[in-house]
């Protein structure tokens, strides 16, 4: 057997018996259910894991992942997580964090053919089409690349509140506030944007549904 994989599997071993040193009860709990405050929509960069970022335990946080954390309408594997974790989990918060130096986002900067890839990374080039005038005025490249990856956090988190899934839960005055964040993988410093959202009213107009 591989060394490495095999250390996954000893690696499980000690982690169980540690969390039962601490508390014998520990996994009969977590296997009553979950209901965590707390969505995630991250990345899938190995170097972003969403429960030690924040010091959250098993069964306090729900995550979806994808390349450069992006909520694309078609996307029906993103929207059935959200659905569950707003209609049924009831989750009060959902972060959108994306991470400075995301390869997804730098891919989308450039005209490089990345293959099948191509096609996600497209709605990241199309955040750049958006915000195309002020990031080109950006000379530093460094600079560029930090204000687009959170730029791009900014627009996943109104994506995700022009959802049908989230207006839903608004309407019915549930409570739920969208934010959008950026790590950094060299500080391990959160960034909060300061883009908050907690109803309808602050999208555009045409955005706003009615049921």
């Not at 096609?119 to 204000?147: C, P, Q, S």
Request: with cysteine; hydrophobic share 40%; charged share 25%.
């Amino acid at each position: 057997m591989d060394a490495f994989y095999k250390s996954l599997l000893d690696n499980n071993k000690k982690w169980v018996e540690s969390k039962l040193s601490e508390d014998a009860e520990y996994f009969e709990k977590l296997a009553k259910g979950q209901q965590p405050p707390l969505l995630w929509i991250g990345c899938a960069d190995s170097r972003v894991p969403a429960n030690q970022i924040i010091g959250a335990k098993p069964g306090e946080v729900f995550v979806h992942r994808n390349i450069a954390n992006m909520v694309v309408h078609s996307d029906m594997n993103m929207l059935s997580v959200v659905d569950y974790a707003v209609s049924v989990l009831k989750v009060k918060h959902v972060i959108v964090c994306g991470h400075y130096g995301c390869g997804g986002v730098k891919a989308a900067m450039s005209n490089q053919s990345y293959g099948v890839i191509d096609n996600w990374i497209r709605h990241i080039k199309d955040v750049y089409r958006l915000h195309k005038k002020e990031l080109d005025a950006i000379e530093d490249e460094d600079k560029r690349f930090d204000t687009f990856v959170e730029l791009n956090v900014k627009e996943q988190v109104f994506d995700l509140a022009k959802t049908s899934i989230v207006q839903t839960a608004w309407k019915h005055n549930q409570e739920l506030t969208l934010h959008g964040w950026a790590y950094g993988v060299g500080s391990g410093i959160v960034n909060d944007l300061n883009v908050n959202i907690s109803n309808d009213k602050q999208l555009e107009e045409v955005y706003q549904l009615n049921f």
